[in-house]
Nanobody, 119 residues
Framework: QVQLVESGGGLVQPGGSLTLSCAASGFSFSTYPMSWYRQAPGMERELVAVVTSAGANAKYPDSVKGRFTISRDNDKNMVYLQMNNLKPEDTALYYC????????????WGQGTQVTVSS
């Protein structure tokens, strides 16, 4: 079965860093773009990073550009999100997503890992 398992979330102070990991299994990982999304309670789900299937290119919204870096290791079926200079507004549940379709709701989702940025 398809599985995406996130880890690495936690509580950090503003300005701190975290690296999230996503372990993928059950599908052809290396053939699809991978993304990270986040969602705070009562808020719309937001795309924060996407990386192409070979890991050559990545895109970010302005809200995280320059602070977050997505990467992947296709030999290990892993995708990562390095988050630097974290801000309170980064607090959210972060989800790993496999972009198996142009439509995000048709892809695969992990269970999420909580990131809380607070002093």
């Amino acid at each position: 079965q398809v599985q995406l398992v996130e880890s690495g979330g936690g509580l950090v102070q503003p300005g701190g860093s975290l690296t999230l990991s996503c372990a993928a299994s059950g599908f052809s990982f290396s053939t699809y773009p991978m993304s990270w999304y986040r969602q705070a309670p009562g808020m719309e789900r937001e795309l924060v990073a996407v990386v192409t299937s070979a890991g050559a290119n990545a895109k970010y919204p302005d809200s995280v550009k320059g602070r977050f870096t997505i990467s992947r290791d296709n030999d290990k079926n892993m995708v990562y999100l390095q988050m630097n200079n974290l801000k309170p507004e980064d607090t959210a549940l972060y989800y790993c997503h496999a972009d198996t379709s142009p439509r995000a709701n048709e892809g695969y989702w992990g269970q999420g890992t909580q990131v809380t940025v607070s002093s």
